[in-house]
């Protein structure tokens, strides 16, 4: 089983400002997912990085996957109250999960 | 519409009680798996379904039976649960073994009384 560690576990924040959050892992990953789950519903693909070092943006996010393939970030730019949620991470093939990041973006 | 529909939403059942939870995906894809997901605690992975045939069952009580028909289709039977079974119970699905990435259900929430 290869351990997936997620920091800050909580994190609570004003709208306007970033925020950086972390999946950590002593294991190598050939890919590497992101999800965002809202209270009362099940967690919502966001985005795969697949290559080391590989950067996507999904609007005002950014995810970077380590170029060990072994640690991943997400930045938000600019958060909003819609950001709040439960950022999880996944190791491909592992099928486990990350505890994940709380994140409050309070108005 | 996340393609994987799970029923009921919310389920309370008393601890002597048989209730089974349903998920349906019409997404094509090959893999089905059940998570619980309680307060305070990481996701955690029930059972594997990979093209109908069970793959894992990661030490689940008994109590929690799964069934798979078909690759569409797949049910978790509870009997005599316990309140600290009381959970988020999440179906998901992937195309072999999460190539692509977990769609998800939303959920049952289940309360045992």
């Known amino acids: 089983t290869q351990l997936l560690e997620q920091s800050p576990q909580f994190l609570s924040i004003q709208e306007g400002e970033n925020l950086t959050v972390y999946c950590n892992s002593s294991?190598?990953?050939?890919?590497l997912q992101w999800y965002r789950q809202e209270p009362g519903e099940g967690p919502v693909l966001l985005v795969t990085?697949?290559?080391?070092?590989e950067v996507k943006k999904l609007k005002r996010l950014t995810f970077q996957f380590g170029d060990a393939r072994k640690d991943s970030s997400l930045h938000i730019t600019a958060a909003q109250t819609g950001d709040t949620g439960l950022y999880l991470c996944?190791?491909?093939?592992?099928?486990?999960f990350g505890a994940g990041t709380r994140l409050t973006v309070k108005p | 519409e996340t393609g994987v529909t799970q029923t009921p939403r919310h389920l309370v059942m008393g601890m002597t009680n048989k209730k089974s939870l349903k998920c349906e995906q019409h997404?094509?894809?090959?893999?089905m798996y059940w998570y619980k997901q309680s307060a305070k605690k990481p996701l955690e992975l029930m059972f594997v379904?990979?093209?109908?045939?069970?793959?894992e069952n990661n030490s689940v009580p008994s109590r929690f039976s799964p069934e798979c028909p078909n690759s569409s289709h797949l049910f978790l039977h509870l009997h005599t649960l316990q309140p600290e079974d009381s959970a988020l119970y999440l179906c998901?699905?992937?195309?072999?073994?999460?190539?692509?990435?977990?769609?998800f259900g939303s959920g049952t929430r289940l309360t045992v009384v």
């Open positions: 379904y990979n093209f109908k045939e069970q793959t």
């Open positions: 996944a190791g491909e093939g592992d099928m486990r």
């Open positions: 997404l094509g894809h090959n893999a």
């Open positions: 998901a699905s992937s195309q072999e073994r999460m190539n692509y990435g977990y769609t």
């Open positions: 990085v697949v290559t080391g070092g």
């Open positions: 294991s190598v990953f050939s890919s």
